[in-house]
């Protein structure tokens, strides 16, 4: 089994910070391309960032300049920094990895997401 947990989410002021990490675990060979998401109260899903496995990355418009999106290989996890954050930036987050499982065959796996409230 493959599962990824998502943390750090919470409560902050406009204008703070969260840090939000992502581990993968489980029968894993080798993990592509990673994402964060978000889904904001009563709208769909939408992307936050991506990175590839050789660190390229690509984020949403909204939050170029004050997300970082990184990884390490090493140990399966991905990391969003959320600087100056905004109350429009509330929203459920969630990872997304398309993972290449250990005993065969490759599929998108998600987090179960984590809460990121900010207040005004």
């Known amino acids: 089994q493959v599962q990824l947990v998502e943390s750090g989410g919470g409560l902050v002021q406009a204008g703070g910070s969260l840090r939000l990490s992502c581990a993968a675990s489980g029968s894993i060979f080798s993990i592509n391309a990673m994402g964060w998401y978000r889904q904001p109260p009563g709208k769909q899903r939408e992307l936050v960032a991506t990175?590839?496995?050789?660190?390229?990355?690509n984020y949403e418009d909204s939050v170029k300049g004050r997300f970082t999106i990184s990884r390490d290989n090493t140990n399966n996890t991905m990391y969003l920094q959320m600087n100056n954050l905004k109350p429009e930036d509330t929203a459920a987050y969630y990872c997304?990895?398309?993972?290449?499982?250990?005993?065969?065959?490759?599929?998108?796996?998600w987090g179960q997401g984590t809460q990121v409230t900010v207040s005004s």
């Open positions: 990175i590839t496995r050789g660190g390229s990355t």
């Open positions: 997304n990895a398309n993972i290449v499982r250990s005993w065969g065959g490759r599929n998108d796996y």
